[in-house]
């Protein structure tokens, strides 16, 4: 539903768009992460739409031992956009908080022209997110 909602939102965009959720992920009961996820995703989907002159979006999530890792790739970025990302004081600002704040981390990388966005966020067991204080 969200990459559909986002979509709708940007009807002159044509992404193709790749997403890949593992079985783990989708079996998840906790609502507190699942409420984190789509946040984070919300934001780094709706990113891609709103700054990326690409042609594809491929989104992935998994677990990875204790981690919960999302993978989004989009090409058509740039320096200039990595600088804006970096430098951001809103909405990039606000993930890096959210994805702080529950033992995480967000990594961002750019190769010619593919940017790739990494997050980890540490589950200490199927029904948690670790905190950080």
């Known amino acids: 539903e969200v990459f559909e909602n986002i979509k709708s939102l940007y009807m002159d965009k044509n992404l193709e768009v790749n997403v890949e959720i593992s079985d783990e992920i989708k ?3 906790n609502e507190n992460i699942k409420r984190i996820i789509l946040i984070i995703t919300r934001e780094l989907i709706n990113n891609v739409y ?3 002159n690409g042609s594809y979006l491929n989104y992935k ?3 990875n031992g204790k ?4 993978n989004v790739e989009s090409n058509g970025a740039d320096s200039k956009d990595l600088r804006s990302i970096e430098k951001s004081k809103r909405g990039v600002m606000l993930l890096k908080l959210l994805v702080g704040s529950n033992s995480g981390k967000i990594d961002y990388n750019l190769d010619k022209d593919l940017l790739s966005t990494m997050v980890k966020l ?3 067991d199927e029904n948690t997110i670790v905190r950080r204080p």
């Open 122 to 124: 540490e589950v200490g």
């Open 67 to 70: 981690d919960i890792c999302i």
């Open 27 to 29: 079996s998840l009961k």
């Open 61 to 63: 999530i998994f677990k």
């Open 50 to 52: 709103k700054h990326s």
